[in-house]
C-alpha cells in the first residue's frame, strides 16, 4: 500500500538515512495491518530543536530522543479505520506526526554499540507505534505489549 510520507529537516542528510525511515514506517505499518493509505510527518532535528518542540507542546524542557504527536486515539495492536479519518481531499488517513532528533540518534547509538541505522529505525518504530496508539508510560502489560511490537518489526527491517 502506497503511504504518504512526509520528511522534513532531510536537507543535507544522507539520503540511505531518509530511505531507512520510510522503510521503517512502512514495516510498523504492514505489521499493525494498517489497511488504508496514511499520511506522516516526520521532522528531522536536533537536540535544541526537539528541546523546543518538547517545551511548546508539553511543556517539559528538555531534549529527547523522539517525539510522536498522534492525530487520533486508536487502540494498540487493534487498528480500525473507522476510529480515524481520511482527508477528504487527499484520501490520505493523517496519523499524526513525528520529531526525531538525530543529535540523539548518533549519541545513542554509539552507547547502546548498535549504530545511527539500528537506532534511526529504532527510533522510527517506536515513534510509529505511538501514533497507532501503544503507550509505554507505565512499566506494566502496556509497556511489555509495546516492546514486544518493536521487537517483532525491528526483525523485519533486518538491521
Same mark, same amino acid.
Given at each position: 500500500?502506497?503511504?504518504? !510520507?512526509?520528511?522534513? %529537516?532531510?536537507? $543535507? ?6 530511505? +531507512?525511515?520510510?522503510?521503517? &514506517? ?13 499520511? &506522516?510527518?516526520?521532522? +528531522?532535528?536536533?537536540?535544541? %530543536? ?49 520529531? +526525531? ?7 545513542? $547509538? ?29 512499566? $506494566? ?15 523485519? !527491517?533486518?538491521?
Amino acid at each position: 500500500m502506497r503511504h504518504r !510520507i512526509i520528511i522534513g %529537516g532531510a536537507e $543535507g542528510r544522507d539520503r540511505a538515512c531518509v530511505r +531507512l525511515i520510510r522503510k521503517s &514506517i512502512a514495516a510498523a505499518l504492514k505489521a499493525e495491518k494498517v489497511n488504508v493509505r496514511c499520511e &506522516i510527518n516526520v521532522l +528531522l532535528t536536533d537536540d535544541e %530543536g526537539i528541546r523546543e518542540i518538547n517545551r511548546n507542546m508539553r511543556g517539559v524542557d528538555k531534549a529527547t530522543d523522539v517525539l510522536s504527536f498522534p492525530m487520533f486515539d486508536f487502540s494498540p495492536g487493534a487498528f480500525s479505520a473507522a476510529d480515524g479519518q481520511a482527508d477528504p481531499l487527499s484520501r490520505f488517513m493523517p496519523l499524526g506526526d513525528m520529531a +526525531l532528533n538525530m543529535d540523539r540518534v548518533r549519541s545513542q $547509538g554509539e552507547e547502546y554499540g548498535h549504530g545511527e541505522k539500528r537506532e534511526t529505525a529504532y527510533l522510527t518504530v517506536h515513534s510509529m507505534l505511538h501514533l497507532l496508539g501503544y503507550d509505554h508510560e507505565d512499566e $506494566g502489560e502496556n509497556k511489555k505489549l509495546m516492546r514486544s511490537r518493536e521487537k517483532e518489526i525491528m526483525k523485519t !527491517i533486518r538491521i
